[in-house]
């Protein structure tokens, strides 16, 4: 590229002339080029920002979901436990009850 410049700069003033013209042309198209890689790179970077903020949402999420299921599980084994004392009971009371028949068809 400095090659071409600098023989069409040696070829007289229309060389310096088309020089000039050469060297605002690649001037230009790299600016713009440079602009647009600004913005498809701030672009992008927003996107990033926003996957993380989403992704540490989905963090949160999962956390609290995974506390919600270890008070859950821990729920049901009360409950289990509970259920046992009832069946306890429950069989207690009706062995109470053959009982208490029992006396009553022996008169």
Sequence with gaps: MEEIIQQLAASGPLGVIAAGIVYLVIYFQRKQTSEKRNDDTAQLQKQIDDLTTQLQEEKTS??????????????????????????NTLNSMALALERIAAKYDDK
């Design 62 to 87: 999962k956390q609290l979901l995974e506390k919600d299921v270890k008070y859950l599980m821990s729920e049901i084994t009360g409950i289990k436990e509970d259920i046992k004392e009832m069946k």
